[in-house]
């Protein structure tokens, strides 16, 4: 499986962004798009996730009532829709990609397939 995040860029405090997730490549029966993200200095963390068959979906504490985490099947993209953005909110974001789908919070490491990354910078 291949992942590309892009949409990442540089908005003010309030604004919105939406990044993007094209995969290609070997499919699975069952799956999970994951995004997460990295400041410097802290650990990745995870965003929000949906599985890519029914289309439900888990998101971050942090994140809930202001990030959107979205499928197109028949595009086999992802997408991550950022409004009421915060200067907290900076980071690098990652799209990831696992078989299955799991119940409780995703870590990182259960994730087997990776985009490049794309930097998201919140002005104040």
């Known amino acids: 499986v291949q992942l590309q995040a892009y949409g990442g860029g540089l908005v003010q405090a309030g604004g919105f962004l939406r990044l993007s997730c094209a995969a290609s490549g070997r499919t699975f029966s069952d799956s999970t798009m994951g995004w997460f993200r990295q400041a410097p200095g802290k650990e990745r963390e995870f965003v929000g996730a949906?599985?890519?068959?029914?289309?439900?979906?888990r998101h971050a504490e942090s994140v809930k009532g202001r990030f959107t985490v979205s499928r197109d099947r028949a595009k086999k993209t992802g997408y991550l829709q950022m409004d009421s953005l915060k200067p907290e909110d900076t980071a690098v974001y990652y799209c990831a990609a696992r078989t299955g789908w799991k119940v409780g919070t995703p870590y990182a490491d259960e994730f087997a397939y990776w985009g490049q990354g794309t930097q998201v910078t919140v002005s104040s």
């Open positions: 949906i599985r890519w068959n029914d289309g439900r979906t």
